[in-house]
């Protein structure tokens, strides 16, 4: 009788080794309720590698695959084959959702775990001129881009700061962020009144990790609850779009997930919450990537079971980028909180928004929600108006009668290393980073190959030669 395999093969798909970042077959394969990316490099032996603890949702993201929306322009060729022709070439599946431009590489904290190893001994801050060319390459990609973030380092310190939102203010840009640590809105709310006067279509991206002194002090080198305390009394003061992000580490701060949601809900200022877990790159100081990593389908029942607000349909696969994205939004209405992503069928994100509302959990519910919106708008039309709320990431456009106020989204942001890299997904990355020569590049291999010295190792990888990833 043949001996079975104590696994099911489930799909084939191509990853990196993890020591030399050279090209490797893998298989994704479902054991013990759990999905693992197992790899083997003929060098330096296999790897097993767990992608998911959720087998029905990561089956579920293959059906959340929308049709590839494509930048106006390509930016580099086709030569050595994904990973190592960004960007973005000819074959990468997703235009820029959102774009970072990184101002200044200086930071007025040292972080323990930094993608971009920011710190106050960096010296590079960026010219208005060369963020101007950052600025227009995002540009000529996008046409009217969607999000950009304006990000570092620590960007509310460049000596030119506001010069740069003005910039920015200036281009096409729907809607643009501001990647921060707070320390400057915390401390200045002269700074904080004149960053109000950008609003509409401005937000702020709050470093936002933890209650606890012990969890800020191993993630950022520092006890920063009063500064995070100060802050968003400024933000609420002057009611200013923000998002608080939270960098996960198991163990450590995941059992702050439902707190902190709790706590976004009950800010005037607050519009959601982005939970991003540790991305093995950059300065990762006491994080071993075996015991330390979390996996999104994780992170997503950790919503689930400590929100008190979101079920297991309301946190879906975003469709630009179903397997690093998951999105669940809701309706703020005084003190009660309604989850609206599981009563939208998802043919309205996956079609074009030709299906109406389903309310199928709670009919109650309809009343309330349609009182919302103005009377005079047709089904099809508010459906619509709630598929451009129902976009991957946060937008400007909302639908009559409601306001971005009311509105309050969690979302999941997993970014690829070289332990969890498939190639079949980074080709359907929308968040990206534009290099200082103009081309844009997913923020997964930005920060693999693409980041300051690497390049020459990437290079080295494209004649062949060894390399070994410290």
């Given at each position: 009788?043949?001996?079975?395999?104590?696994?099911?093969?489930?799909?084939?798909?191509?990853?990196?080794c993890?020591?030399?970042?050279?090209?490797?077959?893998?298989?994704?394969?479902?054991?013990?309720?759990?999905?693992?990316?197992?790899?083997?490099?003929?060098?330096?032996?296999?790897?097993?590698?767990?992608?998911?603890?959720?087998?029905?949702?990561?089956?579920?993201?293959?059906?959340?695959?929308?049709?590839?929306e494509?930048?106006?322009?390509?930016?580099?060729?086709?030569?050595?084959?994904?990973?190592?022709?960004?960007?973005?070439?000819?074959?990468?599946?997703?235009?820029?959702?959102?774009?970072?431009?990184?101002?200044?590489e200086?930071?007025?904290?040292?972080?323990?775990?930094?993608?971009?190893?920011?710190?106050?001994?960096?010296?590079?801050?960026?010219?208005?001129?060369?963020?101007?060319?950052?600025?227009?390459?995002?540009?000529r990609?996008?046409?009217?881009?969607?999000?950009?973030q304006?990000?570092?380092?620590?960007?509310?310190?460049?000596?030119?700061?506001?010069?740069?939102?003005?910039l920015?203010?200036?281009?096409?840009?729907?809607?643009?962020?501001?990647?921060?640590n707070?320390?400057?809105i915390?401390q200045?709310?002269?700074?904080?009144?004149?960053?109000?006067?950008?609003?509409?279509?401005?937000?702020?991206?709050?470093?936002?990790?933890?209650?606890?002194?012990?969890?800020?002090?191993?993630?950022?080198?520092?006890?920063?609850?009063?500064?995070?305390?100060?802050?968003?009394?400024?933000?609420?003061?002057?009611?200013?779009?923000?998002?608080?992000?939270?960098?996960?580490?198991?163990?450590?701060?995941?059992?702050?997930?439902?707190?902190?949601?709790?706590?976004?809900?009950?800010?005037?200022?607050?519009?959601?919450?982005?939970?991003?877990?540790?991305?093995?790159a950059?300065?990762?100081?006491?994080?071993?990537?075996?015991?330390?990593?979390?996996?999104?389908?994780?992170?997503?029942?950790?919503?689930?079971?400590?929100?008190?607000?979101?079920?297991?349909?309301?946190?879906?696969?975003?469709?630009?980028?179903?397997?690093?994205?998951?999105?669940?939004?809701?309706?703020?209405l005084?003190?009660?909180?309604?989850?609206?992503?599981?009563?939208?069928?998802?043919?309205?994100?996956?079609?074009?928004?030709?299906?109406?509302?389903?309310?199928?959990?709670?009919?109650?519910?309809?009343?309330?929600?349609?009182?919302?919106?103005?009377?005079?708008?047709?089904?099809?039309?508010?459906?619509?108006?709630?598929?451009?709320?129902?976009?991957?990431?946060?937008?400007?456009?909302?639908?009559?009668?409601?306001?971005?106020?009311?509105?309050?989204?969690?979302?999941?942001?997993?970014?690829?290393?070289?332990?969890?890299?498939?190639?079949?997904?980074?080709?359907?990355?929308?968040?990206?980073?534009?290099?200082?020569?103009g081309?844009?590049?997913?923020?997964?291999?930005?920060?693999?190959?693409?980041?300051?010295?690497?390049?020459?190792?990437?290079?080295?990888?494209?004649?062949?030669?060894?390399?070994?990833?410290?």
């Amino acid at each position: 009788m043949p001996k079975n395999r104590p696994y099911l093969f489930y799909e084939l798909t191509n990853s990196i080794c993890s020591t030399c970042l050279r090209k490797v077959e893998a298989k994704v394969i479902i054991q013990d309720d759990n999905v693992y990316l197992h790899k083997h490099c003929f060098t330096h032996g296999p790897e097993k590698v767990l992608i998911s603890t959720d087998v029905e949702y990561y089956k579920r993201c293959r059906e959340f695959i929308k049709p590839s929306e494509m930048p106006l322009q390509w930016n580099t060729p086709i030569k050595y084959g994904c990973p190592y022709d960004c960007g973005l070439c000819p074959d990468h599946e997703q235009h820029s959702c959102l774009t970072l431009v990184e101002v200044i590489e200086r930071c007025n904290l040292a972080c323990p775990i930094c993608y971009a190893e920011s710190s106050p001994h960096q010296e590079m801050i960026r010219s208005l001129e060369e963020i101007d060319r950052m600025l227009d390459a995002v540009v000529r990609n996008e046409g009217e881009p969607d999000i950009v973030q304006i990000s570092g380092g620590e960007p509310t310190i460049h000596p030119q700061f506001f010069e740069i939102l003005d910039l920015a203010k200036s281009k096409p840009i729907k809607h643009l962020m501001l990647n921060t640590n707070g320390i400057r809105i915390a401390q200045d709310r002269e700074f904080v009144k004149r960053l109000a006067t950008y609003m509409p279509g401005f937000e702020i991206y709050l470093q936002f990790d933890s209650f606890e002194e012990s969890a800020l002090r191993e993630l950022r080198g520092a006890d920063l609850r009063e500064i995070r305390k100060k802050a968003i009394e400024h933000l609420n003061e002057f009611n200013i779009s923000t998002t608080l992000v939270v960098t996960l580490k198991k163990g450590l701060n995941d059992h702050e997930v439902g707190e902190i949601i709790q706590y976004g809900m009950k800010q005037k200022a607050v519009r959601g919450v982005t939970f991003q877990p540790i991305q093995a790159a950059g300065r990762l100081e006491e994080f071993d990537p075996a015991t330390d990593r979390l996996t999104l389908s994780e992170v997503r029942q950790m919503i689930i079971d400590q929100s008190g607000v979101f079920k297991p349909e309301d946190i879906i696969p975003v469709p630009c980028h179903p397997d690093c994205l998951a999105m669940g939004y809701a309706l703020k209405l005084g003190d009660q909180v309604m989850p609206l992503t599981g009563l939208i069928d998802p043919n309205i994100l996956l079609e074009g928004g030709r299906n109406t509302i389903v309310f199928e959990r709670d009919e109650t519910l309809k009343d309330r929600i349609f009182e919302l919106f103005a009377t005079n708008l047709s089904p099809s039309s508010q459906a619509l108006s709630l598929q451009s709320l129902l976009c991957c990431l946060p937008m400007v456009t909302v639908p009559e009668g409601i306001g971005y106020d009311n509105v309050f989204r969690v979302l999941i942001m997993q970014f690829l290393d070289p332990h969890n890299f498939d190639v079949r997904s980074v080709k359907k990355s929308c968040v990206h980073i534009v290099h200082p020569d103009g081309r844009i590049i997913p923020f997964d291999t930005y920060n693999m190959f693409y980041r300051g010295d690497k390049e020459a190792q990437l290079e080295a990888l494209r004649r062949g030669e060894d390399i070994t990833v410290l």
